[in-house]
């Protein structure tokens, strides 16, 4: 089926330990985004994606690496996980346009012990 | 440095009344998208807009852009407990094309 998909759903994780968020969308759209969303933040950009092997920083990208080696494909790394990135994980696409909708994945929700 | 603004942060009325959320900023915005939010899930597109005093009309969802293009309003007629959710609006700028600046969001609760 044609979406966004985000995996896993759910993952608890110890701090020091490196983690990877998965995000696959079946659009073939251009832009790809990955935000955590918190209390009394909302969302915040960590990292964008204009096109395969084009990459940028957003607000909080201190501690996150990112790919995108193909067009569907966006994975979030945390190399070395802390506390302070328990959090709510979205990963969003949209189309090459500014005023183009951003379609949003469910979420990861991941907590570091 | 949040560039929007949204207010009240949480909403809470009776079903049947009225409702506005507003979305502020010092900055124009090319065009301003409202997102609506249920738990679980990601944000799901209402409506973007794009003029400058352009509005928007979904249903009971009244949705107005200022004409400056740095504000921008969602007025919920006769809410009902369906329209529970968290309201995000959120700006597209042309200097940064793809990227959208998202405010902090409205929980809206609307009790039967």
């Known amino acids: 089926d044609a979406g966004i998909t985000q995996s896993p759903r759910y993952k608890i994780t110890e701090t020091g330990r490196q983690v990877t968020l998965m995000c696959h969308q079946t659009?073939?759209?251009?832009?790809m985004f990955w935000y955590r969303q918190d209390l009394g933040h909302g969302l915040r950009l960590i990292y964008y994606?204009?096109?395969?092997?084009?990459?940028d920083k957003g607000e909080v990208p201190d501690g996150y690496v990112v790919s995108r080696s193909k067009t569907e494909n966006f994975p979030l790394t945390l190399e070395s996980a802390t506390r302070s990135q328990t959090s709510v994980y979205f990963c969003?696409?949209?189309?090459?346009?500014?005023?183009?909708?951003?379609?949003f994945g469910d979420g990861t929700r991941l907590s570091i012990l | 440095t949040q560039l929007l603004e949204q207010s009240p942060q949480f909403l809470s009325i009776q079903e049947g009344e009225n409702l506005t959320v507003y979305c502020n900023s010092s900055?124009?915005?090319?065009?301003l998208q409202w997102y609506r939010q249920e738990p679980g899930e990601g944000p799901v597109l209402l409506v973007t807009?794009?003029?400058?005093?352009e509005v928007k009309k979904l249903k009971r969802l009244t949705f107005q852009f200022g004409d400056a293009r740095k504000d921008s309003s969602l007025h919920i007629t006769a809410a009902q407990p369906g329209d529970t959710g968290l309201y995000l609006c959120?700006?597209?700028?042309?200097?940064?094309?793809?990227?959208?600046?998202f405010g902090r969001g409205t929980q809206l609760t609307v009790w039967p």
């Open positions: 969003a696409s949209s189309d090459w346009s500014g005023n183009q909708p951003q379609h």
């Open positions: 659009w073939s759209h251009s832009y």
């Open positions: 994606s204009a096109a395969a092997d084009i990459t």
């Open positions: 900055s124009v915005f090319s065009s």
């Open positions: 807009v794009v003029t400058g005093g």
């Open positions: 959120a700006g597209a700028r042309g200097s940064t094309l793809g990227r959208l600046y």
